[in-house]
C-alpha cells in the first residue's frame, strides 16, 4: 500500500467493529440560522415554535429552536463516515430522545458505542447495533438513540465474533419526554398563529389522520440534504457506482423520508411542535428521485408529562407512502408483510400544549 492510500479513509467494514467500541466522530458541526433556513427550503415545515422567534419566546423559549430533526440528523451525520460509509442500508433507530433544545450558533459533537454485532447467513454482511449521543459545546446530551446498519464485509471468509444483539427497550417512557421543553406559558400559545386549534386533548388513541398533502423529492434535493448534515454515504451520492448496484441508481438518505413525513404531518398535528422521542423506525423500502412522498398517522397512546400541567404526549406511528396516497391508510397486508408503497413506519412521542 502507498503513502497516498494509507493516508484516506475507506470507511469501517463489518469486520473492523468490536463490541464495546467507543468511537469519535469527526467534525464538530456549530448550527447556524442558514442551516435552518436550508433544512426549510428542502422540507418547508411550517411548525410555529420552530419558525417564529417572537412566537417562541411569547410561550417561554429564549429563541426559536432548530427543527428536532435538523439537529438529529445533523447528529447522525457525523457517525456515517465512520459507521455506515459501507453501509447497504440503514434498518432501525430506537431509544431516541431529545433531551435539550439546539439553538443556532450551539456546535454539536457525537460518540457512538458499538452495543451489538450480527453476521448475515450470507456472510458478506453483517448488522452493526451502535448507541451514538451528540453533545452540545458544554458536554450536555441534546439527543441520544440507537440504531442499526447492515454493513459490508470486507471478506466474506473473514472469522466474525459470537453474535450480540442488545435488548431495546419497546418504548420511552413517559417520564423522559418533554426535558427540552421550557415550562410554556400556554395562555400565550396563539392557536390561530399556530395554525390549528386542536391540544393535546383533542386527539385520542386509534384516531388515523390523513395528512392530504404529496411532496415530489428531485435529485439535486436529496443529495442537498444529505450534505447539509454531511452525512458521507456513498449509495446517495455516487451514481457511477450505483449504477453497478442492486437498484442501479441512487438511493435517498432515510432522514430525508423522515423529515418531509413529518413536514407533511404539520397538516393534522400542527400544534405537536416537539417530537420528543423515536420509540422505534423502520426504513421499509427505498426512496427515489422522482417518487412522490405521502403520509399519515396514527395515534396509539395518549400520556401526561409527570409534573408538567402545560404539555401532554402522544405516542403517533407516522407512517410514509410512495406513489400512493393515504386516504385508505395502507400499512400492512392481511398475510402481515408491509403494503406496497410503505416506505417508513416511525413510532414517536410528540409533545402538544394542553
Given at each position: 500500500?502507498?503513502?497516498?492510500a494509507?493516508?484516506?479513509?475507506?470507511?469501517?467494514?463489518?469486520?473492523?467493529?468490536?463490541?464495546g467500541?467507543?468511537?469519535?466522530?469527526?467534525?464538530?458541526?456549530?448550527?447556524?440560522v442558514?442551516?435552518?433556513?436550508?433544512?426549510?427550503?428542502?422540507y418547508g415545515?411550517?411548525?410555529?415554535?420552530?419558525?417564529?422567534?417572537a412566537?417562541?419566546?411569547?410561550?417561554?423559549?429564549?429563541?426559536a429552536?432548530?427543527?428536532d430533526?435538523?439537529?438529529?440528523h445533523?447528529?447522525?451525520?457525523?457517525?456515517?463516515?465512520?459507521?455506515?460509509?459501507?453501509?447497504?442500508?440503514?434498518l432501525g433507530?430506537?431509544?431516541?430522545?431529545?433531551?435539550?433544545a439546539?439553538?443556532?450558533?450551539?456546535t454539536?459533537?457525537?460518540?457512538?458505542?458499538?452495543i451489538?454485532?450480527?453476521?448475515?447467513?450470507?456472510?458478506?454482511?453483517?448488522?452493526?447495533?451502535v448507541?451514538?449521543?451528540?453533545r452540545?459545546?458544554?458536554?450536555?446530551?441534546?439527543?441520544?438513540?440507537?440504531?442499526?446498519v447492515?454493513?459490508?464485509?470486507?471478506?466474506?471468509?473473514?472469522?466474525?465474533?459470537d453474535?450480540?444483539?442488545?435488548?431495546?427497550?419497546?418504548?420511552?417512557d413517559?417520564?423522559?419526554?418533554?426535558t427540552?421543553?421550557?415550562?410554556?406559558e400556554?395562555?400565550?400559545?396563539?392557536?390561530?398563529?399556530?395554525g390549528?386549534r386542536?391540544?393535546?386533548?383533542?386527539?385520542?388513541?386509534g384516531?388515523k389522520?390523513?395528512?392530504?398533502?404529496?411532496?415530489?423529492?428531485?435529485?439535486?434535493?436529496?443529495q442537498?440534504?444529505?450534505?447539509?448534515?454531511?452525512?458521507?454515504?456513498?449509495?446517495?451520492?455516487?451514481?457511477?457506482?450505483?449504477?453497478?448496484?442492486?437498484?442501479?441508481?441512487?438511493?435517498?438518505?432515510?432522514?430525508?423520508?423522515?423529515?418531509?413525513?413529518?413536514?407533511?404531518?404539520y397538516n393534522g398535528?400542527?400544534?405537536?411542535?416537539?417530537?420528543?422521542?423515536i420509540?422505534?423506525?423502520?426504513?421499509?423500502?427505498?426512496?427515489?428521485?422522482?417518487?412522490?412522498?405521502?403520509?399519515?398517522?396514527?395515534?396509539?397512546?395518549?400520556?401526561?408529562?409527570?409534573d408538567?400541567?402545560?404539555?401532554?404526549?402522544?405516542?403517533?406511528?407516522?407512517?410514509?407512502?410512495?406513489?400512493?396516497d393515504?386516504?385508505?391508510?395502507?400499512?400492512?397486508?392481511?398475510?402481515?408483510?408491509?403494503?406496497?408503497?410503505?416506505?417508513?413506519?416511525?413510532?414517536?412521542?410528540?409533545?402538544?400544549?394542553?
Open positions: 500500500m502507498n503513502a497516498t494509507m493516508k484516506t479513509n475507506p470507511g469501517n467494514y463489518f469486520e473492523d467493529f468490536r463490541l467500541q467507543i468511537i469519535v466522530h469527526a467534525t464538530p458541526r456549530t448550527v447556524t442558514g442551516d435552518v433556513a436550508l433544512y426549510m427550503s428542502l415545515p411550517r411548525f410555529a415554535v420552530q419558525s417564529s422567534d412566537f417562541a419566546r411569547a410561550i417561554g423559549y429564549p429563541a429552536p432548530v427543527d430533526l435538523l439537529a438529529f445533523i447528529v447522525f451525520g457525523k457517525t456515517v463516515p465512520d459507521i455506515s460509509l459501507n453501509a447497504i442500508a440503514n433507530y430506537a431509544e431516541c430522545r431529545f433531551e435539550r439546539v439553538y443556532p450558533g450551539d454539536l459533537a457525537t460518540v457512538s458505542e458499538v451489538g454485532l450480527k453476521e448475515n447467513s450470507n456472510r458478506e454482511t453483517g448488522t452493526v447495533y448507541r451514538s449521543s451528540g452540545n459545546q458544554r458536554g450536555e446530551v441534546v439527543i441520544q438513540y440507537v440504531r442499526w447492515m454493513v459490508r464485509k470486507r471478506d466474506k471468509s473473514a472469522s466474525a465474533a453474535a450480540v444483539v442488545p435488548t431495546i427497550a419497546e418504548r420511552v413517559s417520564s423522559l419526554l418533554a427540552a421543553i421550557p415550562i410554556l400556554v395562555r400565550s400559545y396563539d392557536m390561530a398563529l399556530a390549528s386542536h391540544r393535546w386533548g383533542d386527539y385520542a388513541p384516531e389522520i390523513d395528512h392530504v398533502d404529496g411532496m415530489t423529492v428531485e435529485e439535486a434535493e436529496h442537498m440534504a444529505a450534505r447539509l448534515y454531511q452525512n458521507t454515504a456513498k449509495v446517495h451520492f455516487n451514481q457511477h457506482a450505483e449504477a453497478k448496484g442492486r437498484f442501479g441508481k441512487r438511493i435517498i438518505y432515510g432522514g430525508v423520508v423522515i423529515s418531509m413525513a413529518r413536514a407533511l404531518s398535528l400542527g400544534n405537536a411542535f416537539h417530537v420528543a422521542a420509540n422505534a423506525g423502520r426504513h421499509v423500502a427505498p426512496l427515489f428521485a422522482g417518487d412522490t412522498v405521502y403520509a399519515w398517522s396514527e395515534i396509539l397512546e395518549a400520556s401526561e408529562v409527570p408538567r400541567s402545560d404539555v401532554g404526549a402522544l405516542r403517533t406511528r407516522l407512517v410514509a407512502l410512495k406513489n400512493r393515504a386516504s385508505a391508510f395502507p400499512l400492512k397486508t392481511a398475510a402481515g408483510e408491509y403494503d406496497d408503497g410503505v416506505i417508513l413506519d416511525l413510532d414517536t412521542w410528540l409533545v402538544l400544549p394542553r
